[in-house]
């Protein structure tokens, strides 16, 4: 039997990758890979699944007989406000090396606060040599807003390495080893939080989520003088301004973003100048082509066996 052929629109930074990995997948498929000059008016009507990210905005007119929608990334948000979105079912990417690469960052922040790197680069620039308070990781909390597959990964690794972890979701949760809070129990949560992991998709509910008001409810009195904020969800659910406000105003006492309301982050941004922001360019866990792709070819034989697919957005709860 013929198999149908599978859509590529993957707008990645780095396309040779991506051109490397799909000579080594999807064997015995037609691919079409839309980033080739050759396939720009290319009739599409007969693909049956898609692997996209930030895909064109033609593509659904062109393809509109589309079974499954695959992300190229974790986050679906920006997917789910494409005009035209087919109701197909919308696989999200779900893998391990990407749950490592995530749990590797917030770690590397968390340690880097706790160890307080900021101060002694300074320190360092001016050859000086004093020593500074050193809390240990456990008598610091960190607070985790999101207990999905990263932030579940994510609090072992912490609780690893000797932080006292506690995390926050939408829906009641029991992990062995971390004291955890639903919607209800917010503000209980921010009270106990020294440091405060942001691990949520943006959706109507978090979008502008980490406000003033919520850094006002963060613990004050905790082991590193004041609270500190790591988002590595997206940029949509911070209020910049605010995070500049509560920086001005001691509510925080530093901070690491991995994304931005507006990516690339603006120049004019106070946020550049701040010694103690850590500023990445939406990097903490990129995806790994080869794993994408294994990923799918996993779920398209899942689907053409009558299997259910899995990681399976959910329309309504927008993740
Ligand atoms: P999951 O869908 O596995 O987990 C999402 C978690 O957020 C769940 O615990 C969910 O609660 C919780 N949540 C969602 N909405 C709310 C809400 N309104 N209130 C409270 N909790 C909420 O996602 P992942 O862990 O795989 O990924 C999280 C996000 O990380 C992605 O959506 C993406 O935006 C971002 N990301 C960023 C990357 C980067 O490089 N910076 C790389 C990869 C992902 P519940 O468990 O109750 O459903
Ligand atoms: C993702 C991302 O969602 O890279 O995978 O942000």
């Known amino acids: 039997m013929t198999k149908s052929p599978l859509l590529i629109d993957l707008k990645f930074s780095d396309r040779a990758p ?111 040599w004093q020593s500074l308070p050193q809390p240990e990781a456990g008598a610091v909390t960190v607070g985790i807003m999101g207990l999905g597959e990263l932030g579940r990964d994510a609090a072992a690794k912490l609780k690893m390495m000797g932080f006292n972890v506690i995390g926050w979701s939408r829906t009641a949760k029991s992990i062995e080893g971390i004291e955890t809070f639903d919607e209800a129990g917010r503000d209980a949560f921010l009270a106990r939080t020294d440091i405060l992991v942001g691990l949520l998709p943006l959706t109507a509910e978090t979008t502008g989520l980490f406000n003033l008001a919520l850094f006002e409810k963060l613990k004050r009195d905790g082991p590193l003088g004041a609270p500190v904020f790591i988002n590595a969800g997206r940029g949509g659910s911070q209020v910049e301004a605010d995070i500049a406000a509560a920086l001005d105003r001691g509510l925080l006492g530093g901070a690491s973003l ?60 927008g993740y």
């Open 258 to 317: 991995d994304v931005f309301e507006t990516e690339p982050l603006p120049a004019e941004s106070p946020l550049w100048e701040r010694e103690n922001v850590v500023i990445t360019p939406h990097v903490a866990a990129d995806s790994d082509i080869g794993a994408l792709f294994a990923h799918v070819e996993r779920q398209i034989a899942r689907f053409e066996a009558g299997e259910p697919l899995e990681h399976v957005v959910g329309r309504k709860r």
């Open 18 to 128: 991506v051109v490397a990995a799909l000579k080594r997948h999807f064997a015995g498929r037609e691919v079409i890979d839309l980033g080739a000059a050759e396939n720009a008016g290319r009739d599409l009507s007969d693909c049956r699944y898609a692997v996209l990210w930030q895909p064109d905005a033609d593509l659904f007119s062109r393809a509109p007989n589309l079974d499954v929608l695959f992300s190229g990334g974790a986050g679906v948000d920006k997917i789910l406000a494409l005009e035209g979105l087919p109701d197909a079912p919308l696989v999200r990417f779900v893998d391990p090396s990407l749950t490592r690469r995530m749990s590797e960052y917030v770690v590397l922040q968390c340690l880097y606060h706790l160890r307080q790197v900021a101060a002694y680069r300074a320190s360092q620039k001016a050859r000086g």
